[in-house]
C-alpha cells in the first residue's frame, strides 16, 4: 500500500456526496490510489496547466481560487503544493477550500518538507484531525506525502 492510501484508509469520510477533488492536481497522480478507495466516485482533478489534459484522467482546466463548481466534495487533497515558490497564491486558495467541502468531509494537504507543512499550519489555523503517522506507509525515495495534515469539516468552516 502506497504512504497516500494509507493516509485515505486512516480517514473517515462520509459516504456521501461520492465526489473528491484534487486541487492542483498536476499528473494527477494519486488517481489510481483515489479509485482503489472509491471505486464509485468521480475523483476530479484541477490544475491551472493545460498539460493535465494530456493523460485523459477526469480533470478540468482551472485557477483556483475560481473554482467553477456547484457542488460539495467529500474529500479536497492538495498535494504537494508549491507553497515556497508562490506562497501568497496558495493562501488564497486555502481561504477559498472550506465552501467546497461537504459537512463531515476533508481537507487533506500533504506536503514534502517540513517548512511548507509549517506553512499549512500557520495558514489553518485550527485543529488537524488525528492522525496514527507510525501506522502510515513510509514515503518514498522522494519523500511523497512526508508530512501530512487532515481537517474535518464542521460548521465553522461554513
Ligand atoms: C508541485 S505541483 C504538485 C502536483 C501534484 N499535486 C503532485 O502531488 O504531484 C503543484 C501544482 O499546482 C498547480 N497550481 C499552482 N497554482 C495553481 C492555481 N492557482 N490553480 C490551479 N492549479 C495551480 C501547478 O500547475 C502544479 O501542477
Not at 5 to 34: K, N
Request: include cysteine; glycine fraction near 6%.
Amino acid at each position: 500500500m502506497s504512504r497516500f492510501a494509507s493516509i485515505l484508509s486512516q480517514l473517515s469520510i462520509p459516504a456521501y456526496p461520492r465526489r473528491s477533488l484534487s486541487v492542483g492536481c498536476g499528473a494527477f497522480l494519486e488517481y489510481g490510489d483515489l479509485g482503489a478507495f472509491r471505486p464509485d466516485w468521480l475523483h476530479l482533478g484541477l490544475d491551472q496547466d493545460r498539460v493535465v489534459l494530456r493523460k485523459r484522467l477526469p480533470v478540468i482546466v482551472a485557477e483556483a481560487p475560481y473554482f467553477p463548481f456547484a457542488c460539495l466534495f467529500a474529500l479536497v487533497i492538495v498535494r504537494h503544493p508549491e507553497l515556497d515558490k508562490t506562497p501568497e497564491n496558495w493562501r488564497i486558495i486555502f481561504d477559498h477550500l472550506p465552501p467546497l467541502i461537504a459537512p463531515g468531509g476533508f481537507l487533506l494537504i500533504t506536503t514534502y518538507t517540513y517548512a511548507e507543512y509549517q506553512v499549512v499550519i500557520d495558514y489553518i489555523s485550527r485543529p488537524a484531525y488525528p492522525l496514527d503517522l507510525v501506522a502510515l506507509a513510509p514515503p518514498d525515495l522522494v519523500g511523497s506525502d512526508r508530512y501530512v495534515l487532515a481537517f474535518k469539516a464542521f460548521p465553522k468552516f461554513y
